[in-house]
């Protein structure tokens, strides 16, 4: 469990975290979801105790990260970055980590293994690539066991097969009963690994939900329906009450009434349907629908291309 | 769908060994694994051996022609050890790198999250470094004397290793080397970046003796008291007098600046952000 408190954090004038609470629970995937710049890394880095809040409190199972002795037992970290020496094999760069809490050797080797290391344990870890460094990054927090997992945007550079394996090992040690945080910027990676959302902009909370709740929540949801008489069956449905749209292709986007109530709108007045559909948000438009007044950089092609791209359910 | 190889679980010791002890061995690990340690350590023991081996050429040759006062303050040993001016370069800036290199490549944050108490982490990096640099410094010490007196004997007076002073000096000139390394390790953490780190143990071990030496202040009652001066006070075996304190005052006082400048950065180290 990590509980953060109102917590604050000021870089010169720049605000990066501004009184921000919220819970991290054990047995789920928990993902602190924000665009650039909102103060993610930032409160990891205060959970870890590298940063100090100027104010608030952050504690892990109520113990202030900083009174851990041998944190790695306890909490196991993937930093921003490689925070790896480019001169150390990976091999050497966990031997360090692991002498330094008192974690046998040994342990190095099943780590190595575990996230597919092992052939190349021996090269300095500066000739990794982008994926190999994220490997390294997630054995070095799987080290001491540990039952509490911080891990900033461990998805970046791996490849898909990559993906899906990382995706797994979350879960499983979710499962576990383990205390799993993942930072990221790619929604749609979130919403198949994360149960539990921590939504921030600008430092500041933005939602705190599941996953479903939040897309259900925050996103637009509709009712796609083709058919050749459109337009009856478009007046026929603003008499309900409903609000039409027209997409490109020429069907109809109906919010305000559900499908059923569409197909049997259209079957008490003899209209054929050629597709009938609820159209439910992605995560990623439920994220730039919460989070559209705290962007800082964003064009407006970008959040487009977001909205355009749909989930069918 | 790839299958998760489980990892074996890690049983929590029940451990009641010093955190020190398991700092000390990660630290080590750390020395022990990067390549810039053994070049810097062969740059410092090369430097210590070699310059130490041609200034005893140098003097071997030129003996006769010394004037008689030249001659007077003539000392062997001193002579021998002259390679330290170099062999101190190679270890100040390899103690500043081995805390500047982690703040470069982000190390700093994987070492604090593994252990928070910064200050015992500061603490044993810069005792593991003088130890090894100890080790280091008096064997090539007492190689660049032997083999300088080697060089020495003949026509030339040299010195045997039971005089008087010269066991301190041999012994002292790579103390001296081991108490600069945790200095520059407290000066790697004060400015955390190399080039200004590198930048600021030449200024203090080259150029500032030069510069209080071109002001002249009254016949060194200031430049005695330079670290440089203080600390390099137990291998000149020149009387000491109002140029220079005595081999284990200057010693002292040298060791003083290395524990305040460590007192400073590790306050710094625990208020700062990592």
């Keep these: 469990m990590i509980t953060a408190d109102r917590l ?25 979801l924000g665009p650039n710049g909102a103060g993610k890394s930032t409160t990891l880095r205060m959970i870890l105790a590298l940063d100090a809040p100027d104010s608030g409190t952050v504690t892990l199972d109520g113990q ?44 190095v080797d099943e780590v190595l293994d575990l996230v597919g290391l092992t052939s190349v344990a021996r090269k300095r870890a500066g000739e990794y690539s982008l994926g190999m460094g994220q490997r390294l990054g997630i054995g070095t927090a799987l080290l001491g066991d540990p039952g509490t997992l911080i891990l900033d945007e461990p998805v970046n550079g791996l490849d898909p097969d990559g993906i899906l394996w990382i995706r797994n090992l979350l879960r499983s040690l979710a499962a576990e009963g383990r205390t799993v945080l993942l930072s990221s910027h790619l ?15 600008h430092g500041k909370l933005i939602a705190e939900s ?45 919010t305000g009434v559900d499908a059923t109530a569409v197909g049997d709108l259209a079957a008490a007045h003899g209209i054929a349907l050629h597709e009938l559909s609820t159209q439910r948000a992605s995560l990623e438009e439920a994220f730039m629908e919460a989070t559209h007044d705290s962007v800082d950089y964003r064009t407006d092609t970008d959040t487009q291309a977001a909205t355009r791209e749909r989930v069918s359910q | ?20 002890l398991d700092v000390a061995r990660s630290e080590w690990t750390k020395l022990r694994s990067v390549r810039s340690t053994y070049w810097t350590f062969a740059a410092a023991i090369a430097s210590m051996m070699g310059i130490g081996a041609i200034f005893a050429l140098i003097f071997a040759n030129q003996y006769s022609g010394l004037s008689v006062a030249e001659k007077a303050t003539f000392n062997p040993t001193s002579v021998s050890l002259n390679g330290y001016l170099f062999a101190q370069l190679a270890i100040g800036v390899l103690g500043a790198i081995v805390v500047t290199s982690e703040y470069a490549t982000g190390m700093i944050r994987t070492t604090f999250a593994a252990v928070p108490n910064r200050r015992l982490v500061l ?42 002073g010269v ?98 950065a590790a306050t710094l180290l625990v208020r700062r952000d990592a």
């Excluded at chain 2, 066991?167 to 000066?187: D, E, N, P, T």
């Design chain 2, 123 to 164: 603490a044993v990096k810069a005792g593991v470094f003088a130890a090894i640099t100890a080790v280091v410094g008096v064997v090539s010490s007492f190689g660049a004397f032997f083999i300088g007196q080697a060089i020495l004997s003949g026509n030339t007076p040299h010195a045997s290793i039971g005089d008087p």
């Design chain 1, 210 to 254: 599941t996953v479903d709740e939040f897309i259900e929540r925050r996103a637009h949801h509709f009712v796609r329906v083709r058919s050749t008489a459109v337009e009856r069956l478009g007046l026929l449905l603003r008499n309900q009450g409903a609000t039409i749209d027209t997409e490109a292709d020429g069907a109809l986007a109906v």
């Design chain 2, 167 to 264: 066991l301190r000096s041999v012994v002292g000139a790579g103390l001296y080397l081991a108490v600069l390394g945790v200095l520059a390790v407290g000066i790697g953490v004060l400015i955390r970046r190399t080039a200004g780190a590198v930048a600021a143990v030449v200024g203090i071990f080259l150029v500032l003796p030069i510069v209080v030496a071109a002001i002249g202040t009254p016949a060194g009652t200031v430049s005695k008291y330079l670290p440089s001066a203080a600390g390099q006070a137990i291998f000149h075996t020149a009387a000491p007098g109002q140029h220079s304190l005595s081999p284990w005052l200057g010693f002292a006082i040298f060791v003083g600046y290395a524990i305040a400048t460590l007192a400073v």
């Design chain 2, 1 to 20: 769908m790839m299958t998760v190889t489980a990892l074996p679980r890690l049983p929590r010791p029940g451990t009641t060994r010093p955190l020190a």
């Design chain 1, 64 to 107: 202030a990260y900083d009174a851990l002795r041998r944190p790695l037992y306890d909490v196991g970290a993937m930093l921003e970055g490689k925070a790896v020496h480019p001169g150390r094999s990976a091999a050497d760069h966990l031997l360090v980590l692991a002498r330094s809490n008192g974690i046998p050797d040994r342990r």
């Design chain 1, 187 to 201: 929604m749609s990676e979130m919403s198949l690994t994360a149960d539990q959302l921590i939504v921030i902009g």
């Design chain 1, 8 to 32: 604050t954090k000021r870089y010169g004038p720049t605000l990066a975290v501004d009184d921000l609470s919220f819970e991290v629970s054990p047995g789920k995937v928990t993902g602190f």
